[in-house]
């Protein structure tokens, strides 16, 4: 595809999204939870912040290993920049977010997944053209 036919999203740096859900109430909190989890992706990926969207569905039932004690379960994806060292400061930052409201960092699992560009839509194309 040469550069001139391919669509302008091909050359932006894609979206970063972490879907994360809880069963702990996070109450009045959420909206500064949702911003530092947005600085949080934005600087453990290296991209822009006007690129990250962030879903923090709270107080919901669950169950992990049997038990309903407080947990979260998170799903983060991104074009590229899905690697250990990236991967463990979003984890390192998603802990630190939700211990205050006792979610213990052995109750949290978040999954990581490097998407391919022709895969994420946005503004009614994908990333892939």
Known sequence: VSASSRHPHCDLPGDPSLVLT??????????????????????????????????????????FGGSVDPLALGCLYSIGSINVENNGKVQNGVTDALEPYGVQANRIYINFFDVPRPNVGWNRATFGG
């Open 22 to 63: 809880t069963n702990v109430d996070l109450g009045g909190d959420k909206p500064e939870i949702l911003k530092k989890l947005s600085a949080l992706v934005a600087s453990s990926l290296g991209k822009p912040e006007s690129y990250v969207a962030i879903s923090i569905s709270d107080k919901v039932s669950m169950c």
